[in-house]
């Protein structure tokens, strides 16, 4: 983006609570985490956007011809069909989730 400065932080909590103190106009953070981070904090002047900047897929990442990549496949497409991860993720970050990608496997 033209005219503008990178600050950069220690850790995003410190960014949270600048943003919120007016020292930085944004910041950029993963959805989840940041939500948790403004609640815990009380962060009464910081809301985050509806639209998401970016789309990433977190991974369990396995030595290749690992023995445990069976049971966790497995274990996830069982906690998908069940409900438990919607569940959990309703419970820990107070929304539905988004659909899953397909898997890359």
């Known amino acids: ?11 995003a909590e410190k960014a949270l609570i600048d943003l919120e103190k007016g020292n930085v106009d ?5 959805k989840p985490t940041a939500q948790g981070m403004i ?3 009380n962060l009464k002047n910081v809301r985050l956007l509806d639209d ?7 991974g369990i990442a ?3 011809g690992s023995p445990n990549k069976a ?4 274990t996830l497409d069982a906690m998908l069909a069940d409900g438990t ?3 959990l993720h309703r419970k820990w970050f107070g929304y539905d989730p ?6 890359g496997y």
């Open 52 to 58: 998401l900047l970016t789309e990433e897929y977190y």
């Open 98 to 103: 988004e659909p899953v990608a397909e898997k």
């Open 85 to 87: 991860i919607a569940e």
């Open 26 to 30: 944004a910041v950029i953070k993963d």
């Open 39 to 41: 609640e815990l904090a």
């Open 1 to 11: 983006m033209p005219n503008t400065q990178l600050v950069t932080f220690d850790s």
């Open 71 to 74: 049971a966790i496949d497995a």
């Open 62 to 64: 396995l030595p290749l």
